[in-house]
């Protein structure tokens, strides 16, 4: 790919500093223990949860199961006989290895590295069906675009022209079996056709409100239909609010919290999203070369505190700025304020004091357990 951008826009060194080998381990640094907090002298994870607000369908999502209308979603068709190659080029995830029905997470970054999209990427029988969130600043289709020249394939959003709802939770493949018209895919990311209630739909199984959960992507026509179907068949409605603070627990970064000149492995998926086999895509130096320092200075965390805080909020340790918060939620895990932040990991030295917005607060591993 190195044809496709000039050696001058190659280098983000500003954010891969090298690190000595003491400081190459993450654990020394990403889970500090605060001595600190800001619950009267109890730990915050100490307060009960039952204390905490829990928006409406947050404990059907974590005991059993609830739906929710993802509402716009990004949703690029990649379709023709260089369909999958033309992606593969662009993406982190080696989605040239995937079979039709099966998926992978992946990150679209431009020339110097730099995140512009967490995206999950679905195999399909003619090419390649890519979902991201709506607000990207940089929109998936218009960047593929503008790279598409000969190859024989057509790029189409189709993000108006389908709708997007979730079911999730321990009994979501349970709840659903019974209006489904057929068997529910098996595997993370294994996707197909089916019905729901007489409704056409394709629906992958995802673990994005929790272990177990099924998107589900039907003709914007059929919102309507299908939300009626699901309310019928007597699976609870979730919140918006209860969908953001189970991904904020999770700690599954949304557009909010990849922020200008984020490189790949600052989020912590490089397990999901990033295959360090594949050929040249676009990006690649910049994420081998973190891969041969063998570290980064930022990554995405969770600090948590024993009152709510704003997005916003400044986060330090020791008295300097280690980040911002991207995302804030009420958390009944975290029996407090919860918020994720890309931090300067180098300052999160064990045992170090962080404060969100001048009030105590903790670092806690991802994701936040019970």
């Not at 990150?107 to 999209?117: E, H, R």
């Not at 675009?145 to 389908?162: C, P």
């Not at 490089?270 to 063998?294: H, N, W």
Request: net charge negative; glycine share 10%.
């Amino acid at each position: 790919m190195s044809g496709l951008f000039s050696a001058a826009e190659k280098s983000p060194d500003t954010f891969l500093f090298p690190f000595s080998a003491a400081e190459k381990s993450p654990d020394t640094f990403l889970f500090p223990l605060v001595q600190r907090s800001a619950m009267s002298g109890s730990s915050a994870n100490d307060s009960s949860s039952d204390a905490i607000h829990k928006p409406a369908g947050y404990e059907a999502l974590r005991t059993a199961a609830a739906w929710a209308d993802l509402g716009p979603r990004t949703a690029v068709f990649a379709t023709g006989p260089d369909a999958v190659k033309f992606v593969d080029s662009f993406t982190t995830a080696a989605v040239s290895k995937l079979e039709p029905g099966a998926g992978t997470e992946g990150f679209f970054a431009d020339a110097k590295g730099w995140v512009l999209a967490l995206a999950t990427i679905f195999r399909t029988g003619d090419g390649v069906w890519i979902d991201a969130a709506a607000d990207l600043p940089t929109p998936l289709h218009g960047h593929l675009e503008r790279y598409h020249i000969r190859e024989r394939l057509e790029l189409v959003d189709a993000s108006v022209a389908h709708a997007f709802l979730l079911v999730a939770g321990p009994a979501a493949a349970d709840l659903l079996a019974p209006i489904v018209g057929a068997t529910l895919p098996a595997r993370l990311l294994d996707h197909g056709a089916i019905q729901i209630a007489g409704i056409d739909a394709t629906i992958a199984r995802v673990d994005w409100a929790g272990d177990e959960g099924f998107l589900v992507r039907v003709a914007a026509a059929d919102r309507e239909r299908l939300a009626a179907a699901l309310r019928t068949s007597g699976i609870p409605e979730a919140s918006a609010e209860a969908l953001e603070t189970v991904r904020i627990e999770a700690g599954r970064p949304a557009p909010a919290d990849i922020v200008e000149k984020t490189l790949p492995q600052e989020l912590g998926r490089d397990a999901r999203a990033i295959s360090f086999t594949k050929g040249c895509y676009l990006g690649q130096e910049t994420v081998a070369r973190i891969d041969a320092l063998g570290h980064v200075n930022r990554r995405l965390v969770a600090v948590a505190t024993g009152g709510p805080f704003e997005r916003g909020a400044v986060v330090t340790s020791g008295g300097e700025p280690i980040g911002t918060v991207t995302s804030a939620c009420l958390s009944p895990r975290a029996g407090g304020g919860l918020g994720l932040v890309l931090a300067v990991t180098r300052k999160l030295a064990a045992d170090a004091a962080v404060e969100v917005g001048g009030a105590s607060a903790r670092v806690m591993p991802l994701p936040v357990s019970k």
